[in-house]
């Protein structure tokens, strides 16, 4: 016996999508990733520690697509650089401007060939860490590359179909 049918996903037809910015297509998107921590104790010359886990942390997304005249990345990103701004000239630290300004829900939504939503995986709190406008070079027979580095609080992945 063979066992359960697995099906497995191609990486290329992905879409992301991010509240309030429209043209949202992406040529690359690095994968969401999680660890946790660890709390580590040697108790009394134990040859075993003691381990348990603890805080999460979750890898940035890095997306890339050609460069275009397009603005709503650049505005989004110039919209928490100056969040920063006014943080920091406001005298009360971190975390003083409003985070509903430039913090987004984002999601990436994985299609299988026929176009059908196989998987999605939400961004909660997303929010540009890095806005790159691609390089230039006169030597060069390609398109400027514009990359997007999104921080979040953390990921929910939510399959669409069976199996």
């Known amino acids: 016996m063979i066992g359960r049918l697995r099906r497995f996903d191609l990486k290329y037809n992905f879409e992301v999508q991010i509240e309030g910015l429209s043209d949202m297509a992406f040529a690359t998107c690095s994968e969401p ?27 940035d997304i890095t997306l890339e697509r050609g460069m275009s005249r397009n603005l709503d990345i650049w505005n989004w990103f ?25 913090k987004r829900g984002a999601t990436i939504a994985q299609k299988d060939r026929l176009g059908t939503w196989v998987e999605m995986i939400h961004l909660f709190n997303a929010w540009p860490k890095e806005c790159g406008l691609g390089d230039f070079n006169n030597d060069a027979d390609e398109f400027r590359i514009e990359r997007l580095v999104l921080s979040y609080d953390y990921p929910e992945r939510v399959p669409m179909t069976p199996f």
């Open 33 to 59: 990733t999680g660890s946790v921590g660890e709390a580590m104790l040697w108790q009394g010359g134990s040859l075993i520690p003691i381990k348990e886990p603890t805080r999460l942390t979750f890898a």
């Open 78 to 102: 110039q919209s928490c650089s100056d969040a920063a701004l006014a943080s920091g000239f406001s005298g009360q630290g971190a975390g003083f401007a409003f985070p509903e300004q430039y």
